[in-house]
């Protein structure tokens, strides 16, 4: 018994003195103004490292902190929970942003200078991410991502493939891929997810850039808008490998990358994957050519990382210094050495050899973003596609697009009454 | 007298002993299950504001396809997967407890699928669903196995559940050798002597001793099952078709990472008292099993 | 007093059987190993090269994982983490379920308290875990002594279970004789109880060590951005929303999961010797 006693409290002891040292780190007696970033981005972690270090070498006055945890979103969400907000958050320009500017947790940063060195067609899509029209700058993009479809470069080369403008070139392109004997597309439906990289892919060509918030506003549905998306994914299933949802992401990005298949629809972010598997791939890529009319093509990119700034943060100077930092030239340049990635600043920067393809529409801004940015992730969208596409009924398309927008309107009730509120306020 | 007294000081040490567990109980699992149910009543999405919406989430809940699928899908694997796992652990139980070569290295085997992380799970059995199954059957021409299971919206389950069982059934094997343990040695012995059979013993002797643990065992896999997640995570995210998406997925998923917390708590409160409910019932059940002795 | 030892051989059908089984984990495991030995580029979906032995065994996968994962400062916080959490289930959860197991039969509020604490295994994490944040943060406790708090709170259904259902198998004629000797209770159980139900300490030790091991979600949560990760945590580091790194990835979880293993061996041999032998006759 004496011996149990000892140990319980022993333990005790231990317990209460680790609990005071874990106290204990966080006083550091320094005068210096602390700013704290935390990114969502943990495989960039190393370009932040850098960019941290390079910050706090040149600034005497300001300690800059750059988290780049795993699970960000998770962190940062429990973290606002207990209200303990960082100064500047880097995130995706996506629903959880359009959800946090609606809880009124961002700070309106319009007169940071660098706002008008962001490029049009990134702030563009920054607004459409506002559920409802909101004065003032809240996101400055950084980087972007783009989707389409990679292609392996030295299959096309040998076999003299060119690369498709329009969607009958496309379809012909795949007969003609499937004839040589290779399989044209593969797929990796079995994680739902990646059914949203062609349908993101093919429904910025074929419908309006802000369908979810007309479909919000009752002007219009999702079985008008996406009726042509609907079937032209279907399409896609003749030229992939058979039963495309028993492979995850991960077998398709190793089938491609071991030429098992010539071309695969998926973004530029899954390059490294594919790299990882075969280092010396030669990969490009090129627009979705949904439509029959090359000129209505759109280019699918979104904000993949941007930054806000939390309405809590007291030091704005020292914000805004960090931020004026972060956007110099060089610093992003520190980034796009590690992540393949299109800067959203204006300004002369090595596009990354993959998206070669999609230069000349990165240039000309011809580009929407995903529409999956403007999805409630809680109505697994993807999870329907891949439902629709496991249909062979002769009524799929119908029952599926029925679904979209009876679930829609299940999901977004809260939103779009608040959408239509407002709308009769404007019209007042 | 004295005897009254001596029982009271009993009882007060006994009290002593419990109260401050009940109290650490009720804060770290109570009240914020109660904050938790208060938010049903909400729209709360988990940051930021929020109004009350009455007993609307409740009345979805009864509406929503989804939400009849997931327990529909958890029920099926649960009352499956609690039948396979006892009777294999029970079996496992009994042979590891047995005189056989190589004990512990066996027992310690067996014990590792359940520390195998989600990761390892997720990737192995999928390559063997996807990959190897498929060969096998390609190579000896059976046809049924030629397409992976996970792809399959009727039997995806079947593949889930293989992967469950296999993990769940080294914690119910450990409970049932320590089970096992309780038992004397001389109870066999005098059984034995008596000419019965193995059998015999093990329906007379083994089973009623073991009724305790079997209950207990019972109980937790059914748990475990009913709350099936980290294998839907690991191996098919609800897929294909949304026909494996349990209860406990949908309510992290769509009430953490998605937007529906107020909903998914209301539905969080109902499953728990379903499942309650379901285990005083096992218990009761059981527990008369246990007083025929 | 000696029994005589049992004059049955070593069954060799069972023991064939039970290693032939063992292939449905040999099979996995094999799988998983050379994984973690090969490198990224020899990674394929071709049922023939996915099953062969990498090109050389080299430990470089483990070398950078344990480097990624800043391993032994994370093995350092799991260990703490998951030790003081199983010591104090068996000190805190034993008495628990000894005073509940004890008086439940006879007393009301007892078995009510008994069903009150076992109900909570049934509570889904995800409605506490917002909550329990908050909570947590409020009272300074988003740190790993929270964590360990919320632990033993977590694992305290199951481990009463556990204790008061094993103690069905003690007599009670151990601790009557004990307190006709004049013990007081709470000498009593220390002294007779706690030792005797050492087989039950053994598996609610391994059980808990289970749960806490792994576990992923707690931790994250409660002390999201601290420093102090746990190797699960750590572990994240492979995956991230566009790639994985499964070679290291399983790398690290076959590092992780030795500690853990040996310690089922270990508590293992506790389990085996019974609990019931001599008792009963005392």
Known sequence: M??????????????????????????????????????????????????????????????????????????????????????????????????????????????????????????????????????????????????????????????????????????????????????????????????????????????????????????????????????????????????????????????????????????????????????????????????????????????????????????????????????????????????????????????PSMLDGMKSYIEEGRMADYQDHHYPSEMSVDAMIQTYLMDNSSDATDKFLKRFDDEWVRYNRDLIQKVQDYEKEAKK | MKSGRRLSSKSRTYLGMLIPVVILFFAFNTLPLIIGAFYSFTNYRGYGSWDFVGLRNYFDLFTDSRVWNSYLFTFKYAIVGTILVNVISLLMGLALNSKIRFKSTLRGIYFVPNILGGLIVGYIFSFIFT??????????????????????????????????????????????????????????????????????????????????????????????????????????????????????????????????????????????????????????????????? | MRRLKRKQGTNWFLTFVLILGCLTVLFPLYMTVIIAFKNPSEMTNDVAGALAPPSNWSFDNFAEAMKVTNFWSALANSLFISGITIVLSVLIHSIAGYVIGRNMRRKKGYKLVYFYIVSGMFVPFAILMMPLVKETAQIGLANPIGVILLYLVFYMPMNVMLYSGYLKNIPLAMEEAAEIDGASTWKTYWTVIFPMMKPMHATVAVLTALGTWNDVMTPLVIMSGSENTTLPLAQLNFQTQFGTNYNLAFASYLLSLIPILIFYVVCQKQIIGGVANGAVKG
Request: proline share 4%; aromatic share 12%; charged share 20%.
């Open chain 1, 2 to 351: 004496r011996k149990t006693k000892k140990l319980l409290s022993s333990f005790l002891i231990v317990a209460m003195l680790s609990s005071l040292m874990l106290s204990g780190c966080n006083s550091e007696g320094t005068d210096k103004i602390e700013v704290e970033l935390v990114q969502y981005k943990p495989e960039a972690v190393a370009a932040f490292e850098k960019i941290e270090e390079g910050f706090n070498n040149t600034h005497d006055n300001i300690h800059l902190t750059i988290q780049s945890p795993n699970e960000a979103m998770t962190i940062l969400k429990t973290r606002f929970i207990r209200e303990d907000y960082p100064d500047i958050v880097g995130i995706g320009g996506d629903i959880n942003y359009s959800n946090f500017l609606d809880a009124d947790m961002f700070m309106d940063i319009s007169d940071f200078e660098g706002v008008s060195d962001i490029k049009q067609a990134y702030m563009d899509i920054e607004d459409e991410l506002e559920f409802i029209p909101t004065d003032g700058v809240f996101a400055l993009p950084y980087v972007a991502n783009a989707s389409g479809i990679l292609y392996n470069k030295d299959m096309f080369e040998e076999n003299g493939w060119k690369i498709p403008q329009t969607w009958t070139e496309f379809t012909e392109l795949c007969e003609t891929i499937r004839a040589s004997g290779v399989q044209p597309l593969y797929f990796g439906y079995k994680d739902t997810w990646t059914c949203l990289a062609p349908w993101n892919a093919l429904a910025v060509g074929l419908s309006p850039s802000d369908t979810c918030a007309q479909v919000n506003a009752g002007k219009t549905t999702f079985s008008k808008e996406y009726r042509e998306t609907a079937e032209k994914i279907k399409t896609l299933l003749d030229y992939c490998e058979p039963n495309p949802y028993a492979y995850g992401y991960n077998d398709a990005c190793t089938a491609f990358a071991r030429g098992q298949a010539a071309m695969y629809p998926i973004g530029s972010y899954a390059v490294p994957q594919i790299k990882s598997v075969n280092p010396d791939m030669n990969i490009d890529s090129f627009v979705f050519p949904a439509n029959d009319d090359e000129k209505d093509n759109v280019l699918n990119s979104g904000v993949d990382l941007q930054f806000c700034v939390m309405k809590n943060s007291k030091n704005k100077e020292a914000v805004y210094e960090v931020l004026r930092y972060l956007y110099e030239d060089e610093t992003i340049q520190i980034y796009l050495d590690v992540q393949n990635s299109i800067p959203c600043k204006n300004g002369d920067f090595k596009l």
């Open chain 2, 131 to 293: 990959y190897i199954i498929p060969a096998v059957g390609e190579t000896f021409n059976i046809e049924w196995i030629q397409n992976s299971i996970l792809a399959d919206e009727r039997f995806a389950w079947i593949g889930v559940l293989i992967v469950g069982v296999w993990q769940a059934v080294a914690m119910n094997t450990i409970i049932y050798i320590s089970g096992l343990q309780t038992i004397p040695e001389d109870v066999y012995e005098a059984s034995r002597i008596d000419g019965a059979g193995k059998f015999l013993t093990f329906r007379k002797i083994t089973l009623p001793l073991l009724m305790p643990f079997i209950s207990i065992n019972l109980v937790l896999s059914t748990k475990n099952m009913l709350m099936v997640f980290d294998q839907i995570m690991s191996l098919t995210k609800g897929g294909p078709a949304q026909s494996t998406e349990s209860i406990s997925y949908l309510i992290y998923r769509n009430g953490m990472d998605g937007g529906q917390f107020g909903f998914q708590s209301a539905n969080a409160v109902i499953f728990f008292i379903l499942i309650v409910t379901i285990s005083v019932i096992q218990m009761r059940m059981t527990g008369k099993k246990e007083e025929q002795l």
